[in-house]
């Protein structure tokens, strides 16, 4: 005699826990098409505990989590929406087509159900902003940023990755996200909430410099925070703006220097990065960081090389030039090489 399909349900989940190996797709499936939360509950668990090793085996098992999230009073949506989360993290593109479904659970009444949903698109956003901006998912993101410290992150994180993609969408938006970025404006941010925000402004000033400049003066207090990916986030968004407004940026050029040695990476190069363009207008003003930026020719990251010969170029100076001619030959990378050529061309 068969099992039921609860004690099915409840094997499958054992299994999952123990031999992962041994859970087959046609068992998830058959078990996926209850509806009852005796059956649902243990699949969904097993099939959780499957997807981190086996994501792409297990994509057909997606469209009957979507059902369980579709039925807005199924016990079962948060389990199906962490579910969904961890299948996005790994096959992105097979959970974006149901962007609107995960949308719309965002706006439920059930607290762990929208930081569930939220999680998920917030996952699905580096891999294809524009399936959010198509389901016009930004003002949920935005309505979002007053939600609990969570759903916040879920949805800074989503903004941030759209604006990536297409800033004049999340450009409307800048006051809100100077706001989450000054923490003077409201209670103090958690730091992803901050670096995020950061990320997302970067990106609107590409297009709307203006709206982004009241986000300088903490910015410039950001770049002593003890966050690496703040003090990375806040001075990419300044050089951002430096390439489209040079002379809001240029006082802060002696920051940016001593940034240079900075123990994070990510920070070191994008100090280079904020004089290279400040160097491009105000090349005097650069000049007192050159034998900083000359020890950035060997940093790890290529970007920092590449953008400290940027910097060295528009400052035209000749007491490099023998180093470039190494970088120009030498260095692994061929847009570092690029660059050494370029700013030797400009020095010599």
């Not at 859970?23 to 243990?42: I, Q, S």
């Not at 759903?151 to 903004?159: E, I, M, P, Q, S």
């Amino acid at each position: 005699m068969e099992p039921s399909p609860d004690r099915r349900a409840r094997q499958l989940a054992d299994r999952a826990e123990t031999r992962p190996e041994a859970v087959t797709v046609a068992v998830v499936l058959d078990l996926l098409g209850h509806r009852d939360p005796a059956v649902l509950r243990p699949t969904i668990s097993a099939l959780d505990a499957v997807v981190s090793v086996r994501p792409a085996e297990f994509v057909p098992a997606i469209p009957g989590l979507i059902d369980v999230v579709r039925r807005p009073d199924d016990p079962c949506r948060e389990g199906a929406l962490t579910t969904l989360t961890r299948f996005a993290v790994h096959v992105p593109e097979e959970v974006a087509p149901y962007a609107d479904v995960l949308a719309a659970a965002t706006e439920g009444t059930d607290p762990r159900e929208r930081t569930a949903a939220m999680g998920c698109l917030a996952a699905i956003a580096p891999a294809d902003p524009g399936a959010l901006i198509e389901v016009d998912a930004v003002p949920i993101f935005v309505g979002a940023i007053t939600d609990s410290a969570a759903v916040r992150r879920g949805a800074l994180l989503a903004l941030g990755a759209i604006a990536e993609s297409d800033p004049d969408v999340v450009a409307p938006h800048a006051p809100l996200l100077v706001a989450v970025f000054d923490p003077d404006e409201r209670p103090p941010a958690e730091r992803n909430d901050r670096a995020h925000a950061a990320t997302a402004l970067g990106r609107i000033a590409g297009v709307d410099p203006d709206a982004v400049l009241p986000a300088v003066e903490p910015a410039v207090e950001a770049l002593d925070s003890t966050s690496g990916p703040i003090r990375t986030n806040a001075t990419a968004m300044m050089a951002d703006l430096a390439d489209r407004r040079p002379a809001e940026i240029q006082p802060y050029t002696d920051r940016f220097a001593s940034l240079l040695s900075d123990d994070h990476a990510g920070t070191r190069s994008n100090a280079t990065s904020a004089l290279a363009r400040i160097a491009a207008t105000f090349p005097e003003t650069v000049s007192p960081a050159i034998p900083a930026l000359r020890e950035c020719l060997s940093d790890e990251r290529s970007k920092a090389r590449e953008n400290a010969c940027l910097a060295l170029g528009y400052c035209a100076e000749s007491t490099v030039a023998d180093d470039l001619r190494v970088m120009r030959d030498r260095d692994p990378d061929p847009g570092v090489r690029e660059r050494a050529a370029w700013a030797l061309a400009r020095i010599e």
